[in-house]
């Protein structure tokens, strides 16, 4: 197979696809990886993101596990801390688990470190990596923006559906204040 002849117009074709133009992101863009927890589109930016691990079962902690801490989870043989986005942001209850579901479910853990400090989130779903404009985002509107408990950066377009950047700073002091008893 690698002894064989290129085909006539292959040194060209890559010559000339090689030699394209390059289209840079704006001086300007944030890279966020965007997710679904309950009926709303969230984003967190991609430096925060160690892995997407497929659904784990969920570990209670006695006395500790509640509407944001759901508890222990083992991610490849470490043991995270595992916190609700829906319980945080006051969502929606969450969905069954996959195994309560009983079917084929787009349901998966991020794993995250927050200054050094490791999370794993249960979403509904994943959908893709944006890198988006910063000029492009509007701030969110007055009523989210004054809410005591507001985590929302700013929103964005994707693929017709609006999605929230999240403050990760905010986030993670919330998390910590769901910690202590």
Known sequence: LLDREPPPDYLREWT?????????????????LVFRVGPEW??????????????KEIHLVPHRSG?????LVNVDGELL????????????????????????TTARLIVTAFNGERWAFPVDEVDAIRNESVSKMTPP?????????????????????????LDEERLLEALRKSLKP
């Open 16 to 32: 000339e696809l090689l030699a394209q133009r390059k289209e840079s992101a704006p001086a300007d863009a944030v890279s966020a």
């Open 42 to 55: 969230l984003a967190l930016k991609t430096a925060l993101f160690l892995r997407i691990a497929p659904w």
């Open 81 to 104: 801390l595992c916190a609700s986005l829906a319980g945080l942001l006051g969502l929606e209850a969450p969905p069954p688990s996959p195994a309560e579901a009983g079917a084929e």
């Open 141 to 165: 509107p007055a009523t989210v923006a004054m809410a005591a408990q507001s985590f929302t950066r700013s929103l964005f377009e994707c693929d017709g559906k609006t999605a929230a950047l």
């Open 67 to 71: 509407r944001i801490l759901l508890g």
